[in-house]
């Protein structure tokens, strides 16, 4: 499968992990939004789903 990946990683500090996580996603935002010729963040303005009750 191409469309994801596996890693496999040693934190350096108790931050580490989460740091990284964070700035592959700050990352992957600039990516799509320049790739999609987007201004706004991703999922705003995008009609999130919502759950009716009857």
């Known amino acids: 499968m191409t469309n994801h990946v596996h890693l496999l990683?040693?934190?350096q500090s108790d931050q580490g992990?989460?740091?990284m996580m964070?700035?592959?996603g700050r990352i992957y935002v600039?990516?799509?939004n320049r790739e999609y010729r987007?201004?706004?963040l991703c999922?705003?303005?995008l009609g999130w789903?919502?759950?009716t009750l009857p």
Request: glycine residues 10%; charged residues 35%.
């Open 17 to 19: 992990v989460s740091k």
């Open 49 to 51: 789903p919502r759950i």
């Open 9 to 11: 990683v040693t934190p």
């Open 30 to 32: 600039r990516f799509f």
């Open 43 to 45: 999922g705003r303005g």
């Open 22 to 24: 964070q700035a592959l």
């Open 38 to 40: 987007r201004r706004e």
